[in-house]
């Protein structure tokens, strides 16, 4: 972020942009990560947080970025339910706080996820939305980015922008299990995707003989009795990999691109750049990453994206989902560019994933262990392990950040961070 102006981190991860808000319980456990944003925040700025931030973990944060502690505002949103942010913030009676903090200081609002509710917030308080100038200029972009989060949206968008997709149908719910038995006659397995989930929620996985003998699709509830959803082949995928991208008025950018850890279609992990094995696609990546960024910028959209793909066995590459919003990647990139920008090497590898302890442990006792076998990041090494989204409800799965000169570097240093925090197995 370039702006000179403060921003209001709005970390609306309870959003109807992805998934259902009825999909409650997933939203408020993706609610977790919202300390994370603190990474982003600036003299001046304010974050709203779903989720109470440790004394030990802010304190952490200011020290890595240099923030002095009373230059910035941390308002912590009681829980309401699952409900998007906006509503819990004015159920909680905080909007005045939150909009004298903002002040009239040519603030903007900086929300995870582009939705209605966001945009309405930033007019009950009198702020942009960041990046667009006006807050009618990002409502304009609303029904373009709700699209492209949905599998359906994605899939025709992405054919007519002659990207490369797996075989594969759009239907809805009471034509699944019919579509799925036609593709099974030519493939070996399908992948069975909900219309609007992220993360791999929702998703299955079917092959030939679970269906053998009369045995019926069981699919989960999302999407509801009508929903849409996709079905494809089941590609024997080597690699999954993807590319975020920045549209602006002034063009498309490619920020950093890399390979994604997946366990059964859900995001575990990431590791950036990409692996010599996957190299070869970074260019056919970019090229469609640029057309779908030129795309959303005719319709009004500005702002970070992803798309996603999958590297078969031979090595050929596929266009698989669109994440138009701050994905799970771009705010720990954004923290990876900054702790490292007093580096005159070149620009870092990196990766972020979780760990289960065998015990719980609070933050100061993990950030401990780190720092006594000296894998704790260094400012003046610029890498090391960041644990960057504080320490989890259960004390148990940590999610941590690897910085380092090099892939090689990056997986010695998760090999043993795994020993010094007794990471278990599995």
């Not at 007519?160 to 239907?171: F, I, N, Q, W, Y």
Request: aromatic residues 6%; negative net charge; glycine residues 10%.
């Amino acid at each position: 972020m370039t702006e000179t102006g403060p921003i209001v981190v709005f970390a609306n991860f309870l959003s109807d942009l992805a998934v259902d808000l009825d999909e409650g319980q997933i939203l408020t456990t993706w609610a977790q990560q919202a300390p994370r944003k603190a990474w982003l925040l600036r003299p001046g700025d304010v974050f709203v947080t779903p989720v109470p931030l440790s004394r030990e973990f802010l304190r952490y944060v200011y020290d890595l970025t240099g923030v002095p502690p009373d230059s910035v505002a941390v308002v912590e949103v009681p829980p309401a339910g699952a409900v998007p942010l906006a509503r819990a913030v004015r159920e909680a009676g905080l909007v005045e706080q939150v909009r004298a903090l903002a002040g009239d200081r040519g603030a903007a609002l900086l929300p995870t996820a582009l939705d209605a509710s966001a945009i309405a917030f930033a007019r009950d308080i009198g702020i942009a939305v960041h990046p667009y100038p006006t807050v009618e200029a990002a409502e304009a972009a609303l029904k373009m980015t709700m699209l492209l989060n949905t599998k359906t949206g994605f899939r025709e968008t992405a054919g007519r922008l002659g990207m490369r997709l797996p075989a594969g149908r759009m239907c809805q719910r009471p034509e699944v299990e019919g579509v799925v038995r036609e593709l099974l006659r030519y493939h070996e397995g399908v992948v069975v995707k909900p219309d609007r989930s992220a993360g791999g929620h929702g998703m299955r996985f079917v092959s030939r003989d679970e269906l053998r003998g009369g045995a019926n699709l069981l699919l989960d509830t999302v999407g509801g009795p009508e929903g849409l959803w996709v079905v494809e082949e089941c590609l024997n995928v080597a690699d999954s990999v993807s590319i975020q991208l920045e549209a602006t008025a002034s063009g498309t950018r490619a920020l950093f691109s890399g390979a994604m850890r997946m366990l059964q279609g859900s995001f575990t992990g990431y590791a950036s750049p990409l692996p010599p094995s996957c190299a070869h696609v970074a260019g056919e990546l970019e090229e469609w990453g640029t057309a779908l960024g030129r795309h959303l910028a005719d319709h009004g959209y500005a702002g970070p994206f992803g798309l996603d793909g999958l590297m078969d066995m031979d090595g050929v590459a596929y266009a698989s989902e669109s994440n138009i919003r701050r994905t799970a990647t771009t705010t720990p990139h954004a923290m990876v560019t900054r702790l490292t920008a007093g580096s005159a090497a070149p620009p870092p590898a990196w990766s972020v994933a979780k760990g289960w302890t065998g015990s719980p442990m609070d933050f100061e006792g993990a950030l401990a262990r780190l720092r006594a076998s000296r894998l704790a990041f260094d400012p003046g090494r610029g890498e090391g392990v960041v644990l960057y989204a504080d320490a989890p409800p259960d004390g148990r799965s940590w999610r941590y950040a690897v910085i380092a000169g090099s892939a090689g570097d990056v997986e010695e240093q998760e090999a043993a961070l795994a020993e010094v925090l007794e990471f278990e197995e599995g």
